[in-house]
């Protein structure tokens, strides 16, 4: 029996600039910091001549190649496993949909699970390669990079995507105190919303690609949101990190007006009247999480369960994909 387990990931700052339609021109740059909510993958061999596959449906196959999940058919042909007698199962924390990143999870968390099923190693970088290669390259889904990426790595880490597609990754700079600081003050709320993460960003990447003047400029400045973000996490400022999320979330509406709605932009201004100093929705957008910094912990967490938002407790994952047992 072998488990793995992979965290999913909240971003806090620059997000958006992962995507290979605008880091190919414009290099990227973003923090995003592992959560502990996980994606698990058992995954043991059986007795009979048969593929058991179960998520939110269930297969049962005689080989890989007619597996209908996409990632765990093009995972195991990456991988070059063509047993024909397993059973693998999917669990996670949190649903998917929500903002969290819990596909680039489940896709670490899987590929984790088959180098150990190869008895065979894998680094990080190579890890989050692999899982990009499959959702990106293979099945051509409109994302970036950074929920592979951290789902691989863990901790809160900054990501420099290059023009030449070389991810540079480096632990951020941030003192235990500010550390533990940001993670008493940052609050999730469910919206109660849950959307496809490729169908908010394929209007970002339609644009980016043809070099919409109005989208390549807002990255740009979100970008550099993403610098500023880095600045006041190193300086022990979480007072001004929590003023450029709110500039990042209005920038970030502008992008499409798939990403907010009404409730949502009552919700957030409430929270604002309410504990918060500043805040942001969590992924591509159109619903999912409301993250907030806030002041005053108690009032927002009074003031949202009043609205019917469920909030879910977090620390940092500093571990990132990981085997769990082996046996």
């Given at each position: 029996m072998i488990i793995t387990r992979s965290p999913l990931r909240i971003s806090l700052g620059g997000g958006?600039?992962?995507?290979?339609?605008?880091?190919?021109?414009?290099?990227?740059?973003?923090?995003?910091?592992?959560?502990?909510?996980?994606?698990?993958?058992?995954?043991?061999?059986t007795f009979q001549k048969e593929i058991i596959i179960k998520y939110s449906s269930t297969e049962r196959v005689a080989r890989p190649e007619e597996i209908q999940h996409p990632i765990i058919r093009e995972a195991l042909r990456l991988l070059d496993i063509r047993s024909e007698n397993f059973e693998l199962a999917s669990l996670a924390d949190i649903p998917a949909g929500t903002g969290l990143g819990s596909s680039s999870s489940f896709t670490c968390a899987l590929l984790k699970a088959l180098h150990t099923y190869n008895k065979s190693f894998v680094r990080p970088d190579d890890l989050a390669e692999e899982a990009c290669r499959i959702e990106i390259d293979i099945l051509r889904e409109p994302i970036g990079k950074q929920d592979q990426y951290i789902s691989a790595y863990g901790g809160i880490t900054c990501f420099t995507f290059c023009k030449?597609?070389?991810?540079?990754?480096?632990?951020?700079?941030?003192?235990?105190?500010?550390?533990?600081?940001?993670?008493?003050?940052?609050?999730?709320?469910?919206?109660?919303?849950?959307?496809?993460?490729?169908?908010?960003?394929?209007?970002?990447?339609?644009?980016?690609?043809?070099?919409?003047?109005?989208?390549?400029?807002?990255?740009?400045?979100?970008?550099?949101?993403?610098?500023?973000?880095?600045?006041?996490?190193?300086?022990?400022?979480?007072?001004?990190?929590?003023?450029?999320?709110?500039?990042?979330?209005?920038?970030k509406k502008k992008r499409s007006g798939a990403m907010s709605n009404d409730r949502i932009n009552a919700w957030y201004d409430l929270a604002m009247k309410n504990g918060a100093l500043g805040g942001k929705?969590?992924?591509?957008?159109?619903?999912?999480?409301?993250?907030?910094?806030?002041?005053?912990?108690?009032?927002?967490?009074?003031?949202?369960?009043?609205?019917?938002?469920?909030?879910?407790?977090?620390?940092f994952d500093f571990d990132g994909s990981k085997v769990v047992t082996t046996s």
């Open positions: 958006g600039t992962d995507l290979p339609s605008y880091y190919r021109q414009h290099e990227g740059f973003l923090i995003a910091a592992a959560i502990d909510k996980y994606v698990y993958i058992t995954l043991h061999d030449n597609d070389q991810v540079k990754a480096k632990e951020l700079n941030i003192s235990k105190e500010t550390l533990y600081n940001l993670e008493d003050h940052l609050l999730l709320f469910f919206t109660g919303y849950s959307r496809s993460a490729a169908n908010v960003l394929k209007e970002q990447d339609e644009k980016s690609k043809k070099n919409d003047c109005s989208m390549i400029e807002n990255l740009h400045f979100i970008k550099d949101l993403g610098y500023q973000s880095k600045a006041a996490f190193e300086q022990g400022d979480l007072e001004e990190f929590a003023r450029i999320m709110n500039v990042h979330w209005d920038s929705l969590i992924g591509a957008g159109g619903g999912g999480f409301l993250m907030f910094y806030a002041e005053d912990n108690k009032r927002l967490r009074k003031t949202m369960a009043r609205e019917g938002l469920q909030e879910v407790r977090f620390r």
